[in-house]
């Protein structure tokens, strides 16, 4: 299986990247996620501006994508440990972009770190920290 193949099926093997309707690329090997605008992500009316949690879930869903990805086609999926969102200025009502990058993969635990940003990847919305359990053979 092709590692665009694997993507199509992570993305449509997990119910809530569904229900977020987060899509992704990969190109020359390096995974962007979209998270497309709907009204129905919108958590301030006012603003308008994407709730919250959906940003933080997109933006770990992001860091799952890029984990299983990498881990052998036969290996579980991670699981998250514990992630922190700074939530750096609102999330307007357009498409969000996100990438991860591994910081230290272990034998059990990596350290992921990923960036969501809207127009300008210079000017990211949110980050996240977080831990991920690796699958194990033996697991």
């Not at 093997?13 to 229900?19: C, D, E, H, L, S």
């Not at 350290?111 to 127009?119: D, N, R, T």
Request: charged share 25%; aromatic share 6%; net charge neutral.
């Amino acid at each position: 299986m092709t590692r665009h193949e694997r993507l199509a099926s992570l993305l449509e093997g997990v119910p809530y990247i569904r229900f977020l309707g987060m899509e992704a690329t990969l190109e020359d090997e390096r995974l962007t996620c979209i998270l497309p605008f709907r009204q129905a992500l919108v958590g301030n009316v006012m603003l308008p501006a994407l709730h919250g949690g959906v940003i933080g879930a997109f933006l770990e869903m992001t860091a799952l994508t890029e984990l299983a990805l990498r881990a052998p086609p036969t290996a579980r999926r991670p699981r998250t440990i514990d992630v922190t969102v700074d939530y750096l200025r609102p999330g307007r009502a357009h498409t969000t972009l996100a990438r991860a990058r591994v910081q230290k993969a272990g034998r059990r635990i990596a350290s992921v770190h990923v960036e969501a940003w809207q127009e300008d990847p210079e000017r990211p919305v949110a980050a996240l920290r977080g831990h991920f359990m690796l699958a194990h053979d033996e697991d």
